[in-house]
Protein backbone atom coordinates (compact mmCIF):
# COMPACT_ATOMS: atom_id res chain seq x y z
CA UNK A 1 0.00 0.00 0.00
CA UNK A 2 1.34 3.43 -0.76
CA UNK A 3 1.20 5.90 2.10
CA UNK A 4 0.31 9.50 1.69
CA UNK A 5 2.74 12.36 3.24
CA UNK A 6 1.29 14.03 6.31
CA UNK A 7 0.16 17.27 5.01
CA UNK A 8 1.27 19.07 8.33
CA UNK A 9 4.09 17.15 9.37
CA UNK A 10 5.08 15.37 6.29
CA UNK A 11 5.42 12.04 7.56
CA UNK A 12 5.04 8.76 6.15
CA UNK A 13 3.76 7.20 8.81
CA UNK A 14 0.05 7.01 7.87
CA UNK A 15 -2.68 4.97 7.92
CA UNK A 16 -6.25 5.15 5.92
CA UNK A 17 -8.70 6.78 7.58
CA UNK A 18 -12.22 5.99 6.21
CA UNK A 19 -13.69 7.92 3.35
CA UNK A 20 -16.37 11.28 2.95
CA UNK A 21 -18.21 11.99 0.23
CA UNK A 22 -19.41 15.52 -1.31
CA UNK A 23 -21.98 16.39 -3.48
CA UNK A 24 -21.17 17.78 -7.07
CA UNK A 25 -22.74 19.42 -9.46
CA UNK A 26 -21.62 17.29 -13.18
CA UNK A 27 -23.37 16.94 -16.28
CA UNK A 28 -25.27 14.22 -14.85
CA UNK A 29 -26.95 16.30 -12.12
CA UNK A 30 -26.00 16.11 -8.43
CA UNK A 31 -23.50 13.19 -7.15
CA UNK A 32 -22.00 12.03 -4.16
CA UNK A 33 -18.08 11.92 -5.16
CA UNK A 34 -16.12 10.18 -2.63
CA UNK A 35 -12.83 10.41 -1.36
CA UNK A 36 -10.10 8.76 1.18
CA UNK A 37 -9.31 10.40 4.18
CA UNK A 38 -5.75 9.41 6.27
CA UNK A 39 -4.56 9.51 9.49
CA UNK A 40 -1.60 10.49 10.88
CA UNK A 41 0.28 8.69 13.77
CA UNK A 42 2.60 10.92 14.41
CA UNK A 43 0.72 14.71 14.66
CA UNK A 44 -2.41 12.89 16.03
CA UNK A 45 -4.46 14.91 12.97
CA UNK A 46 -6.39 13.49 10.51
CA UNK A 47 -6.21 14.92 6.87
CA UNK A 48 -6.91 14.83 3.29
CA UNK A 49 -4.08 14.36 0.74
CA UNK A 50 -3.54 17.27 -1.30
CA UNK A 51 -2.87 16.56 -4.93
CA UNK A 52 -0.72 19.59 -5.53
CA UNK A 53 0.91 20.24 -1.99
CA UNK A 54 4.66 21.51 -2.80
CA UNK A 55 7.42 18.89 -2.36
CA UNK A 56 9.76 20.56 0.41
CA UNK A 57 13.59 20.83 -0.58
CA UNK A 58 14.90 18.40 1.60
CA UNK A 59 12.50 15.72 0.07
CA UNK A 60 13.48 16.81 -3.50
CA UNK A 61 16.91 16.42 -2.83
CA UNK A 62 16.36 12.64 -1.36
CA UNK A 63 14.30 11.92 -4.34
CA UNK A 64 17.42 12.91 -6.67
CA UNK A 65 19.47 11.12 -4.36
CA UNK A 66 17.96 8.11 -4.37
CA UNK A 67 17.32 8.34 -8.82
CA UNK A 68 20.85 8.55 -9.63
CA UNK A 69 22.54 7.45 -6.62
CA UNK A 70 20.80 3.93 -6.12
CA UNK A 71 20.13 4.04 -9.79
CA UNK A 72 16.38 3.82 -9.01
CA UNK A 73 13.39 3.94 -11.19
CA UNK A 74 10.84 6.43 -10.71
CA UNK A 75 8.64 3.97 -9.50
CA UNK A 76 11.24 2.71 -6.87
CA UNK A 77 11.56 6.31 -5.60
CA UNK A 78 7.82 6.46 -5.53
CA UNK A 79 7.31 3.24 -3.73
CA UNK A 80 10.30 4.57 -1.03
CA UNK A 81 9.14 8.42 -0.88
CA UNK A 82 5.19 7.98 -1.46
CA UNK A 83 4.84 10.36 -4.17
CA UNK A 84 3.61 9.50 -7.46
CA UNK A 85 5.96 8.40 -10.15
CA UNK A 86 5.24 11.52 -12.42
CA UNK A 87 5.63 13.85 -9.28
CA UNK A 88 9.03 12.17 -8.79
CA UNK A 89 9.82 13.23 -12.60
CA UNK A 90 8.55 16.47 -12.14
CA UNK A 91 10.87 16.88 -9.29
CA UNK A 92 14.16 15.68 -11.25
CA UNK A 93 13.23 17.18 -14.21
CA UNK A 94 13.05 20.57 -12.19
CA UNK A 95 15.94 19.89 -10.79
CA UNK A 96 17.57 19.20 -13.74
CA UNK A 97 16.42 22.28 -15.23
CA UNK A 98 18.51 24.50 -12.51
CA UNK A 99 21.63 22.71 -12.62
CA UNK A 100 24.48 24.48 -12.38
CA UNK A 101 26.67 24.19 -15.93
CA UNK A 102 30.01 23.18 -16.29
CA UNK A 103 30.99 26.40 -17.28
CA UNK A 104 29.46 27.40 -13.40
CA UNK A 105 31.28 25.02 -12.04
CA UNK A 106 34.80 25.73 -13.15
CA UNK A 107 34.11 29.45 -12.54
CA UNK A 108 32.76 28.62 -8.91
CA UNK A 109 34.92 26.08 -7.92
CA UNK A 110 38.30 26.37 -10.14
CA UNK A 111 39.65 22.80 -10.75
CA UNK A 112 43.38 22.03 -11.17
CA UNK A 113 43.20 19.52 -14.48
CA UNK A 114 46.15 18.10 -15.76
CA UNK A 115 45.89 19.41 -19.19
CA UNK A 116 45.26 16.74 -21.06
CA UNK A 117 42.31 15.98 -22.36
CA UNK A 118 40.03 13.08 -23.68
CA UNK A 119 37.28 13.94 -26.54
CA UNK A 120 34.89 11.37 -27.63
CA UNK A 121 31.45 11.02 -28.55
CA UNK A 122 28.50 8.76 -27.49
CA UNK A 123 25.06 8.27 -29.34
CA UNK A 124 21.54 9.11 -27.60
CA UNK A 125 18.24 8.54 -28.97
CA UNK A 126 15.47 11.20 -28.49
CA UNK A 127 12.50 10.24 -29.72
CA UNK A 128 13.49 7.57 -32.17
CA UNK A 129 16.21 10.55 -33.60
CA UNK A 130 19.71 10.26 -33.06
CA UNK A 131 21.74 12.86 -31.18
CA UNK A 132 25.32 12.99 -29.86
CA UNK A 133 26.63 13.43 -26.87
CA UNK A 134 30.19 15.37 -27.03
CA UNK A 135 32.51 14.58 -23.72
CA UNK A 136 35.71 16.23 -22.52
CA UNK A 137 37.30 14.51 -20.07
CA UNK A 138 40.63 15.40 -18.36
CA UNK A 139 43.19 12.20 -18.45
CA UNK A 140 44.67 12.39 -14.60
CA UNK A 141 41.70 13.61 -12.30
CA UNK A 142 38.89 11.88 -14.94
CA UNK A 143 36.37 15.28 -14.30
CA UNK A 144 34.13 15.42 -17.17
CA UNK A 145 35.86 18.95 -18.39
CA UNK A 146 32.62 19.63 -20.28
CA UNK A 147 29.26 17.79 -22.65
CA UNK A 148 27.10 19.52 -25.05
CA UNK A 149 24.21 17.53 -26.46
CA UNK A 150 24.10 18.29 -30.52
CA UNK A 151 22.41 17.05 -33.31
CA UNK A 152 24.91 16.26 -36.04
CA UNK A 153 28.82 15.42 -35.07
CA UNK A 154 29.91 18.24 -37.91
CA UNK A 155 32.67 21.08 -37.61
CA UNK A 156 30.49 23.74 -36.50
CA UNK A 157 29.17 21.42 -33.43
CA UNK A 158 32.84 20.76 -32.20
CA UNK A 159 34.79 23.69 -32.91
CA UNK A 160 32.06 25.70 -30.90
CA UNK A 161 31.96 22.66 -28.13
CA UNK A 162 36.34 23.16 -28.13
CA UNK A 163 36.18 26.91 -28.18
CA UNK A 164 33.89 26.99 -25.18
CA UNK A 165 36.50 24.39 -23.22
CA UNK A 166 39.40 27.08 -24.23
CA UNK A 167 38.33 30.42 -23.84
CA UNK A 168 35.62 30.46 -21.37
CA UNK A 169 36.29 27.38 -19.36
CA UNK A 170 40.03 28.31 -19.99
CA UNK A 171 41.46 24.79 -19.48
CA UNK A 172 45.12 24.77 -19.87
CA UNK A 173 45.52 22.45 -22.74
CA UNK A 174 48.69 20.44 -23.61
CA UNK A 175 47.66 17.83 -25.04
CA UNK A 176 44.72 16.33 -26.76
CA UNK A 177 43.61 12.47 -27.38
CA UNK A 178 40.65 11.14 -29.30
CA UNK A 179 39.40 8.64 -31.83
CA UNK A 180 39.33 9.17 -35.90
CA UNK A 181 36.51 11.19 -36.45
CA UNK A 182 37.65 13.78 -39.05
CA UNK A 183 35.94 16.50 -37.50
CA UNK A 184 38.40 16.18 -33.88
CA UNK A 185 41.09 16.26 -36.65
CA UNK A 186 40.10 19.32 -38.66
CA UNK A 187 39.34 21.21 -36.02
CA UNK A 188 42.08 20.60 -33.04
CA UNK A 189 44.84 21.47 -35.83
CA UNK A 190 43.50 24.85 -36.50
CA UNK A 191 41.48 25.62 -33.09
CA UNK A 192 44.80 24.36 -30.88
CA UNK A 193 48.07 24.98 -33.46
CA UNK A 194 50.64 23.26 -31.43
CA UNK A 195 48.99 21.21 -29.01
CA UNK A 196 50.02 17.82 -29.60
CA UNK A 197 47.14 15.63 -31.05
CA UNK A 198 47.13 12.04 -30.45
CA UNK A 199 44.69 9.77 -31.79
CA UNK A 200 43.55 6.13 -30.80
CA UNK A 201 45.73 3.33 -31.70
CA UNK A 202 42.89 0.94 -30.78
CA UNK A 203 40.25 2.26 -33.51
CA UNK A 204 42.94 2.88 -35.62
CA UNK A 205 44.12 -0.78 -35.49
CA UNK A 206 40.22 -1.67 -35.53
CA UNK A 207 39.23 0.30 -38.26
CA UNK A 208 41.87 -1.28 -40.26
CA UNK A 209 40.59 -4.80 -39.79
CA UNK A 210 37.26 -3.72 -40.11
CA UNK A 211 37.95 -2.74 -43.98
CA UNK A 212 40.12 -5.54 -45.19
CA UNK A 213 37.72 -7.90 -43.01
CA UNK A 214 34.42 -6.75 -44.79
CA UNK A 215 34.95 -4.67 -47.51
CA UNK A 216 37.99 -5.28 -48.92
CA UNK A 217 37.94 -6.97 -52.67
CA UNK A 218 41.77 -6.57 -54.14
CA UNK A 219 42.21 -10.46 -53.88
CA UNK A 220 45.72 -10.39 -52.28
CA UNK A 221 45.12 -11.79 -48.71
CA UNK A 222 48.69 -12.26 -48.18
CA UNK A 223 49.67 -8.59 -48.55
CA UNK A 224 46.21 -7.70 -46.67
CA UNK A 225 47.18 -9.64 -43.68
CA UNK A 226 51.16 -8.17 -43.91
CA UNK A 227 49.24 -5.06 -44.13
CA UNK A 228 47.18 -5.40 -41.07
CA UNK A 229 50.07 -6.63 -39.39
CA UNK A 230 52.32 -3.69 -39.75
CA UNK A 231 49.43 -1.52 -38.45
CA UNK A 232 49.25 -3.52 -35.71
CA UNK A 233 53.00 -3.14 -35.09
CA UNK A 234 52.75 0.70 -35.51
CA UNK A 235 49.68 0.89 -33.28
CA UNK A 236 51.42 -1.64 -30.10
CA UNK A 237 54.63 -0.80 -30.55
CA UNK A 238 56.41 0.68 -27.58
CA UNK A 239 59.38 2.68 -29.32
CA UNK A 240 59.72 5.03 -31.86
CA UNK A 241 62.10 4.01 -34.04
CA UNK A 242 60.19 0.45 -34.46
CA UNK A 243 56.99 2.53 -35.84
CA UNK A 244 59.26 4.70 -38.33
CA UNK A 245 60.86 1.43 -39.42
CA UNK A 246 56.80 -0.33 -39.80
CA UNK A 247 56.47 2.68 -41.80
CA UNK A 248 59.23 2.84 -43.70
CA UNK A 249 58.90 -1.13 -45.64
CA UNK A 250 55.20 0.12 -46.28
CA UNK A 251 56.44 2.83 -48.38
CA UNK A 252 59.17 1.07 -50.51
CA UNK A 253 56.65 -1.62 -51.24
CA UNK A 254 54.06 0.94 -52.61
CA UNK A 255 53.99 -1.20 -56.11
CA UNK A 256 53.13 -4.21 -54.54
CA UNK A 257 50.31 -2.14 -52.57
CA UNK A 258 48.84 -0.67 -55.00
CA UNK A 259 48.38 -4.36 -57.35
CA UNK A 260 46.95 -5.35 -54.12
CA UNK A 261 44.65 -2.75 -54.34
CA UNK A 262 45.86 -1.44 -50.68
CA UNK A 263 47.25 2.37 -51.92
CA UNK A 264 43.81 3.75 -50.54
CA UNK A 265 44.15 2.51 -47.04
CA UNK A 266 48.06 3.29 -47.43
CA UNK A 267 47.10 6.96 -48.11
CA UNK A 268 45.12 6.98 -44.64
CA UNK A 269 47.54 5.44 -42.92
CA UNK A 270 49.91 7.85 -44.08
CA UNK A 271 47.71 10.87 -43.21
CA UNK A 272 47.28 9.25 -39.57
CA UNK A 273 50.90 8.47 -39.16
CA UNK A 274 51.65 11.10 -37.72
CA UNK A 275 48.98 11.71 -34.92
CA UNK A 276 49.48 7.77 -34.34
CA UNK A 277 53.51 8.69 -32.96
CA UNK A 278 52.14 11.82 -31.02
CA UNK A 279 52.68 9.51 -27.95
CA UNK A 280 56.19 9.01 -28.19
CA UNK A 281 56.83 13.02 -28.44
CA UNK A 282 55.05 13.40 -24.88
CA UNK A 283 54.75 10.35 -22.72
CA UNK A 284 51.83 11.75 -20.98
CA UNK A 285 49.32 10.96 -24.00
CA UNK A 286 48.20 7.74 -23.91
CA UNK A 287 47.53 6.01 -26.49
CA UNK A 288 44.05 5.25 -26.23
CA UNK A 289 41.07 6.78 -24.94
CA UNK A 290 40.17 4.08 -22.48
CA UNK A 291 39.81 6.71 -19.90
CA UNK A 292 36.78 8.45 -21.37
CA UNK A 293 35.24 5.11 -22.54
CA UNK A 294 34.72 3.96 -18.94
CA UNK A 295 33.29 7.30 -18.24
CA UNK A 296 30.71 6.82 -21.22
CA UNK A 297 30.59 3.16 -19.71
CA UNK A 298 29.10 4.71 -16.18
CA UNK A 299 27.05 7.08 -17.79
CA UNK A 300 25.36 4.78 -19.76
CA UNK A 301 24.06 2.57 -16.75
CA UNK A 302 21.80 5.02 -15.77
CA UNK A 303 21.13 5.46 -19.81
CA UNK A 304 20.43 1.99 -20.41
CA UNK A 305 17.43 1.83 -17.73
CA UNK A 306 16.10 5.10 -19.55
CA UNK A 307 13.66 3.98 -22.64
CA UNK A 308 14.91 6.43 -24.48
CA UNK A 309 13.82 10.16 -24.23
CA UNK A 310 11.06 12.23 -25.80
CA UNK A 311 12.07 15.63 -26.02
CA UNK A 312 15.58 17.57 -26.25
CA UNK A 313 14.91 19.28 -22.49
CA UNK A 314 14.19 16.22 -20.77
CA UNK A 315 17.30 14.82 -21.87
CA UNK A 316 19.68 17.80 -21.09
CA UNK A 317 18.12 18.00 -17.75
CA UNK A 318 18.83 14.70 -17.10
CA UNK A 319 22.38 14.60 -18.47
CA UNK A 320 23.08 17.70 -16.52
CA UNK A 321 22.19 16.13 -13.07
CA UNK A 322 23.71 12.94 -14.36
CA UNK A 323 27.20 14.49 -14.67
CA UNK A 324 27.12 16.22 -11.75
CA UNK A 325 26.27 13.15 -9.60
CA UNK A 326 29.75 11.89 -11.62
CA UNK A 327 31.51 14.35 -10.45
CA UNK A 328 31.24 14.10 -7.24
CA UNK A 329 30.74 10.25 -6.67
CA UNK A 330 33.90 8.29 -5.17
CA UNK A 331 35.45 5.81 -7.04
CA UNK A 332 35.92 2.44 -5.64
CA UNK A 333 37.15 0.13 -8.18
CA UNK A 334 40.03 2.06 -10.16
CA UNK A 335 43.00 0.70 -11.05
CA UNK A 336 45.07 4.05 -11.38
CA UNK A 337 46.57 4.48 -7.72
CA UNK A 338 45.67 6.94 -5.61
CA UNK A 339 41.96 7.05 -7.34
CA UNK A 340 39.83 4.93 -4.73
CA UNK A 341 38.11 6.70 -1.99
CA UNK A 342 38.01 10.40 -4.00
CA UNK A 343 35.54 12.48 -6.68
CA UNK A 344 37.61 13.74 -10.17
CA UNK A 345 36.38 17.07 -8.33
CA UNK A 346 38.44 15.91 -5.29
CA UNK A 347 41.69 14.97 -7.52
CA UNK A 348 40.88 18.26 -9.74
CA UNK A 349 42.04 19.90 -6.00
CA UNK A 350 38.51 20.59 -4.85
CA UNK A 351 37.84 19.48 -1.60
CA UNK A 352 34.57 17.85 -1.93
CA UNK A 353 34.09 16.19 1.28
CA UNK A 354 30.97 18.17 2.80
CA UNK A 355 29.41 19.21 -0.60
CA UNK A 356 26.16 17.83 -0.88
CA UNK A 357 26.22 17.40 -4.99
CA UNK A 358 22.30 17.82 -5.43
CA UNK A 359 22.04 21.20 -3.44
CA UNK A 360 25.49 22.47 -4.95
CA UNK A 361 24.13 21.51 -8.07
CA UNK A 362 21.11 24.07 -8.29
CA UNK A 363 21.97 27.63 -9.23
CA UNK A 364 19.94 29.58 -6.67
Known amino acids: MRKKHCIFCNSLNTKRYGTRSKKRNTSFGKRNLYYQR ?42 QLGIAPYRIFKIINTLGANCKSTVDVACGLKPRWSGYLFIDEKSIFIKGVEWFLLLAVDLKTQDIVHWDLVSRENEVNVAWFLIIIKMVIKYPFKGVISDLLPEFFGTVRWLLPGIPHQFCTYHAYRATEFYLKYHYTGGNRLWAERFLLITRIICRCKALSTALRAIGYLERHQDELRQAKLIKRMNILRIRFPNLIKRFKDHNLRPDNNIVENVIKQLNQKFKKVAGFEFYETAYNSIKLLVMRYRFHTFNCS ?20 INWVRFSQKC
Open 38 to 79: WYCNDCKRAFKPDQDHPVNFSMQIRACELYYDSEASYRAVSR
Open 335 to 354: RIPGNNGKSPLELAGIDASN
